[in-house]
Every structure is written in C-alpha cells, then in structure tokens.
C-alpha cells in the first residue's frame, strides 16, 4: 500500500484553507508540483486530490458503487433539491431512466430549431455594440444560454421574469460557494441579511416554476419543450410520473447545470480566440457552409469547429472539479481510502497535465483531430464526467456552443482589452475574476 503525500502549508491547518480560498487553481498547482498527482490535504476537513486519470477512470466508472456524490451536492441541495446532480443510488437512476429521452438525437434535432432562431436574434443584438466600447462578454452569453435553456424548457418567459432569473443565479453561486469556502463568515451571513436575501431568490424561483407546471396541467397544451417531456414521463418498470417536486428539481437543475456552463466556456473560447486569428481564419472557412445560422446539418459539416469547442473544454473546463465520498474502506489506485474520505477529483489540472498533454498550456484545437482523438486514452479527457453518472446534456452543449461560436464568429471579430486583465476564479463553475471584456468589431 502506498503513503498518500501530504500537502501542507506552514504548520497552521487553517492557512491552507484560507490560501485555497483566496485563489484555489494557484493552491492547488502548487500541490501537484510538490507531491506529484494524488496527494493529501486537510481544509476544513481531509481530502484526497489527484488528476491521475487512473484514479478517475476507478471512482467514476470502475468501482463508482463504492463513491457518493460529496459536499459539493449538499451545498446545491437547497437550489436544486433531489435532481439528477445531487441526488445518489436508485433513486436517482430511476430519475436518469426518466429524464435521458429528453437528450435523444431526435429530440436535440427538435430543440435546435429553437436555439438557432434565438441566437439570430441575439446576433441582431449584438450588432448594436459592434465599433463601440468593450462588452463584458460574460453577460452577454448568459444572456443568450439562459435564453435558450429557458426556451427549451418552459416555452415563453417573460423578459421581467428572465432578468429576474440572471440576476439571482449569479447571486446564488456566490452564496453557495462562500458558504462552502469560508465557513468562519457563516454566523455573519445570518445577520447581514445574505441568508433572508438566499431564501427569497429561491421562494422566487420556487414559485415560478411551480406555477408553469401548474398551467401546463390545467391548459392541457403539449408544445414541445422540455417540461412537457418531464410531464408526460414513465418509468417504464413502474409506470409511476414524477410528482411536481420532481419535475421542479430536474426542471431548475437543467437550467442550472445547464446554461452556465456553456456560458462560461463560450466566454473563455471568445477570449481565447481574440487572440488567434489563424484559427478564426479556419472556422470562417467552414462557416462558409450557412449564411447566418447553421441548420443542425449545416453544423455537422463544421468539425474543425467542434474541435475548437472540445479544445477551449480543456483548457477552461466550466465543471473545473468532481468531488466524491468513499461510502466503504477503499483502494483506489494503490492508496488507502477510509470510508467517509473525501476525494476531490481536479479536472483542470488533469487537462493541463504535462504527463497526458504535448505543450498543455497551448490553444491547440490539432488535440481533438480524429487521429490525436483515437489514440488518446479515454480519461485523460473529461470535460462532462464519466461512468454512469457522466452529464445527461453533454450533447445538448456541444451542439449550443458549436452553434453560438460558429454564428459569432462569421459575423464579427473580438478584440481584448488591454486595461481589462483577466484571471480565473472557479466558483461552481470556471468564473473570470472580473470578468471578460472584449471589443466587437
């Protein structure tokens, strides 16, 4: 059996929960180039990190019966409730059985429509900045993912209630994180009014949805969104539906898991392309396929593309990190895991990992080529998970991205801003620390 390294920082256990705090990626570099890739380190509490691919590949696929869903779960559990993310055993493949027709060829086919009228529109939009001064581009694609993932779910919103929506999602995350991070200021949030502020966001949020699932029941309409697929569900073992609590918790956690995260890589893809052009240069050749939006056949014509999209997923992975819990005494790869242990899996790190990866901090979309594709061993790439819990809507994304950059770049060219620096700060998902601003031209 192998000693686990040990990760540590001065003699104060607490200072590494302070520093992790402050700027986890730099934390947590600073580990693996002391003690390799798995090592040990206590924050509040113990945890095992490690981006060996290995160690992945037997906690979320080999031996994934032995691994629960974390903390991380707990902290979303207020927000979204027992969806597909939170939620462990028969109850949730039960839910997955229900849910994964949503994410079928021909129903994405079906939703594409939606996404690509959305997204003409949003190029209109955009029109209006281009010459102008620079644009926090972050905003703008949480506007046009929230769009399209409200689309798709519930139909028509109004513009009042989706502005709503932005604003506390943001506001959520950060709640969610601060708590989790930084324990010590929980006794202040009960007075400074950040906890009352939480619960009214989610009695908000709460009470919309309730409401649409309501209508729909009572007008007996059946368009075709995602919502009235969760509606018209059955378990197929038991003919049972899901009762409205369920359909809210997969209803919020598609929306959730869904919109930010293709937000955020599309931000880090713009940025990232600002800065090359011989590969803008390459996807406007393909473009040359559609003339404003691509149809869903026009895009699978467009793979150079898809490998911009799956290179910009490894090197800014919005899901940064998994973390799981040993539910027994358990060897994973040579170590020793008791059981209630905490495994905190980096998939940043094991995307930028110079052991996996020729120059791995280069943008290099040659990475997903067919060949450099087949001959990569399977988990050194996760940017949706893997095993049988891997994202549900992982093509849904894919197609989204692939066709808002697509359409984006045809049409205009990004410049950064030089007085905007920008760095990364992972909060659920690969946030800027101020931002992304670039110019529309």
Known sequence: ??????????????????????????????????????????????????????????????????????????????????????????????????????????????????????????????????????????????????????????????????????????????????????PYRLPWMAVNGEDKRFRTDLAYFNKLVFEFIKQRRISGERPNDLLQLLLDSIDEETGEQMNDQQIRDEAITMFAAGHETSATGLSWLLWELAKQPDIVAQIRQEAAVFDDVPTFEQLMQMPYTRQVVEEGLRLYPPAWTMTREATVDHEVEGYQLAKGNSVFMSVFELHRNPNLWNDPLRFNPANFSPENVKNRAKFNYLPFGAGPRICIGQQFALMEMQLILAALVKRFTFETDPSHPVGMHPQIVLKSTNGIKLYIR
């Open 1 to 182: 059996m192998r000693p686990i390294p040990e990760f540590r920082i001065g003699k104060i256990s607490l200072l590494a929960a302070f520093k992790f705090a402050g700027d986890p990626l730099h934390f947590l570099r600073q580990g693996f180039d002391t003690c390799g890739d798995t090592f040990r380190l206590r924050l509040f509490r113990e945890f095992v990190v490690s981006r060996d691919p290995a160690f992945f590949r037997h906690v979320l696929q080999q031996n994934n019966k032995y691994f629960k869903k974390g903390n991380s779960a707990k902290m979303l559990r207020p927000v979204l409730g027992n969806g597909l993310v939170t939620s462990d055993g028969d109850f949730w493949l039960r839910q997955r059985r229900l849910v994964q027709p949503a994410f079928h060829r021909e129903r994405l086919q079906e939703l594409f429509i939606a996404m690509g009228q959305l997204t003409a529109s949003f190029l209109d939009e955009m029109e209006s900045f281009r010459g102008k001064e620079a644009v926090d581009i972050d905003a703008k694609m949480m506007g046009i993912t929230s769009d399209i993932a409200l689309k798709t779910l519930f139909g028509n919103m109004n513009t009042e209630d989706k502005a709503q929506i932005y604003k506390q999602v943001s506001r959520t995350q950060t709640y969610l994180v601060t708590r989790v991070r930084k």
